[in-house]
């Protein structure tokens, strides 16, 4: 069955948010937006274009319209009659020219503090693994990312055996995300056990 792509809500582009979260806003927005083009099927560049700049709203049709050409955008060349002229790569120029816009609109210095402060709070570890992943993915970490989060998981766990485990240095990052869970499972089954156990006593006794 054909899904309605329309169907699939996408707030217009929001620039009020701080300038540090502007790149991640974008490009959450573009991820969005690129899914719903592929629900849409194929269009045009000047299609795709016309449709990012209406969904995007005043404030990014606001800060496209006042950029200038990126160093990679593609012009084609003159075409020679007969021969069909090329299109021009509307849509993929204007993500080139907004991506330059926005990529620098991150302090990376203070990503990179954000970072090394998350410590696992009261709350499960798949929740902790998220926060490291997104954080991780504005430090621009590149091949250093799963390095990098193994550290913070030795850092912050909050459970001392995961901690010792991360120092070990003998697991990659999903077999100690896996050790991590595997425990977590043990432990509330033990405190379910410990809690039916306690309720049996008390029964017992009242009778």
């Keep these: 069955m ?24 974008w490009e959450e ?11 849409k099927g194929p269009l045009s560049q000047h299609e795709k274009f016309v449709y990012m700049l209406a969904r995007g709203g ?12 990126a160093e990679d955008e593609i012009i084609p060349s003159q075409t020679q009659v007969p ?7 509307e849509f993929d120029n204007a993500i080139k020219r907004l991506n330059k816009f926005f990529v620098g609109k991150r302090n990376e210095r203070k990503e990179l503090e ?10 499960p570890f798949n929740r ?3 926060k490291l992943r997104t954080q991780a993915k504005k430090c621009d970490f590149g091949m250093r990312e799963e390095k990098e989060i ?28 896996n050790f991590a869970l595997n425990r977590e499972i043990l432990a509330k089954q033990k405190a379910i056990s410990n809690n039916e156990h306690e309720a049996a006593l008390i029964a017992v006794t009242a009778v």
């Design 150 to 177: 193994l550290h913070q998981i030795t850092a912050g766990a909050r459970d001392i055996k995961v901690r010792d485990k991360g120092l070990e240095n003998v697991m990659k990052l999903d077999e100690l995300a």
């Design 2 to 25: 054909k899904m309605d792509p329309e169907k699939f809500p996408l707030e217009p582009f929001n620039s009020d948010v701080n300038c540090s979260d502007l790149r991640t806003e």
């Design 58 to 69: 005043r404030d990014l049709q606001r800060i496209y319209f006042n950029l200038g050409q």
């Design 83 to 89: 021969f069909a002229a090329q299109e021009t790569p």
């Design 29 to 39: 927005w573009l991820r969005a937006l690129l899914l719903i083009l592929e629900l």
């Design 114 to 123: 954000v970072f090394r402060n998350i410590k696992q709070a009261d709350e």
């Design 128 to 130: 902790f693994m998220l």
